[in-house]
């Protein structure tokens, strides 16, 4: 282990230095609060079942909705005691998560990277380069900025952000089963293979968007495997025949990931939230004009996406794309070198991923796919298909390496821009407005309460929200008693009290 890390050393210093900032940022600079009524109903209360189950309100979220009322009691139990501020302990606890989560996506970024090319400093600087990329292509405007990791609530981290995170970590792994065999098999057996497919079952069960991930990337295998097994000449049904004992036999977990995701969507669509007309989800028939104006929407909402791309991000990715084409053209291996192949694999998923999404919004709301959370798939297989034509072009021009250090430091200059700062989520009035709630419900279980009138001021959260809190509060073992809000009422003067019910 020792030997490892010091063989590694570059890319373990980057390991705990990513972890650090970004248990910083989210800890310190932007942390993020518990203030909305689904962030306090998940964080103390288990949802889903460890399957899924039919007719549920949400079928197929099984991880974030496992993962978020873990983290609670991790929180209230663990991080509590030790800051005595019940805000600030769900803030740092997934400041922690987030940056082991980006830790392990770092680390699974090296271990490819280094299955692709021996230098290991080089790797490493390619790996940290990657994922400044990550925070860095979407800061081109004035104000507002997110990076791909970013939400604007507590609870879409865990049903966002956490399930786009532990995908593109199972398709780093993915890609790297290619390049080593040129297969996707389950073999050799062991506990690897085993927590590898615990990921693709949470992957999959976690929200169709970031499922996407996996199917796009699977159906890209499909159709990667589908050319060569057409070319040859031969009856149809003989080659349709060769090409389905290929992708069973050699790219078995891509077949299980395009049919598990198949068997998802189904039943994602007989959840309870789905036949709620929430938001603007779609009810009408697939082939009216009005759904192809929601595909067109969709896909605009996309566009403004990648018009936004940081100009010096899309300058390093135009010349990347450029450079790598003029290599394969004199070598005449864009077929045949096996990076160029990945990266090809990549641009694919990142296409069909497009179709994807656009498809999912134009159904549930053509809004949805302008956030990162929900668009995150398309960039993220590009910025993977950049990385592996950078990686080939290192390979193959060994001079260039000289340039990667600067390449380096002018992203990271985009990425700490202060004249382009990201968007934040916290919000000190959120905070006390919360942290005056907490207080109350403490008081009145102390009193031996367990029923109240509560008076709150104009703006409040919506009274099963408020309810929520008091469950997980309970839950939780801050309050001895469940208080039940029998009457939720508006001040007039804007306080926040309680009298007890009779």
Excluded at 146 to 158: A, N
Aim: glycine share 4%; hydrophobic share 50%.
């Amino acid at each position: 282990m020792i030997k490892r890390i010091i063989e590694n050393k570059l890319a373990v210093f980057f390991a705990f230095l990513v972890f650090i900032v970004i248990y910083l940022y989210y800890s310190v600079a932007d942390p993020i609060l518990l203030r909305y009524d689904d962030d306090w109903r998940y964080f103390g209360i288990f949802e889903s079942h460890p399957i899924p189950l039919v007719g549920w309100w949400n079928v197929t979220r099984l991880l974030p909705e496992h993962l978020m009322p873990l983290i609670g009691y991790i929180s209230s139990f663990l991080v509590y005691p030790l800051t005595g501020d019940y805000l600030v302990a769900a803030s740092i606890t997934l400041a922690i998560v987030k940056a082991i989560f980006l830790m392990i996506l770092f680390l699974v970024i090296y271990r490819l990277f280094t299955t692709l090319c021996e230098n290991k400093n080089l790797n490493a600087m390619l790996s940290i380069l990657t994922m400044m990329i990550f925070f860095a292509i979407f800061k081109d405007n004035p104000a507002d900025n997110e990076h791909m990791f970013y939400s604007s609530q507590y609870t879409l981290y865990f049903y966002y952000v956490f399930p786009n995170i532990l995908n593109s970590i199972i398709i780093l792994e993915l890609l790297r089963q290619i390049y080593i065999r040129d297969s996707l098999l389950a073999t050799p057996p062991g506990l690897t293979k085993g927590w590898l497919f615990v990921g693709i079952y949470f992957g999959i069960f976690s929200m169709l968007y970031a499922a996407g991930i996996l199917f796009t990337f699977s159906a890209a295998v499909l159709v990667w495997r589908f050319y060569p097994a057409f070319r040859e000449k031969g009856k149809f049904l003989t080659k349709l025949k060769k090409f389905n004992l290929d992708f069973f036999k050699n790219y078995l977990i891509a077949a299980i990931i395009f049919f598990g995701t198949i068997i998802a969507i189904p039943l994602e669509l007989s959840s309870g939230r789905s036949k709620e007309p929430l938001d603007k989800t779609y009810f009408g028939s697939v082939f009216s004009m009005e759904f192809a104006g929601r595909i067109g929407e969709s896909v605009y909402n996309v566009f403004l996406l990648v018009r936004s791309i940081n100009n010096y991000v899309f300058g390093l990715m135009f010349l990347i794309t450029t450079a790598a084409f003029i290599v394969c053209y004199k070598k005449k291996d864009f077929m045949t070198n096996k990076v160029i192949r990945l990266a090809l694999l990549c641009l694919a998923s990142a296409v069909i991923n497009f179709v994807f999404i656009v498809l999912v919004a134009a159904k549930s709301g053509p809004y949805y796919i302008s956030e990162t959370r929900c668009a995150y798939g398309v960039f993220y297989f590009m910025i993977l298909f950049i990385s592996f034509l950078l990686v080939h072009i290192l390979t193959e021009l060994k001079q260039l390496v000289i340039c990667v250090p600067l390449i380096v430091v002018l992203i990271f200059c985009v990425m700490i821009n202060s004249s382009y700062p990201y968007k934040m989520s916290s919000t000190d009035k959120d905070k006390a407005l919360v942290n005056t709630f907490i207080p109350l419900f403490i008081q009145a279980d102390d009193e031996g309460a367990t029923s109240i009138d509560l008076y709150v001021p104009f703006n409040s959260p919506e009274k099963w929200g408020v309810d929520c809190l008091s469950e997980t509060l309970y839950n939780h073992k801050i309050t001895k008693n469940k208080i039940i809000i029998n009457n939720y009422l508006i001040c007039p003067d804007d306080n926040v009290y309680y009298i007890l019910s009779e």
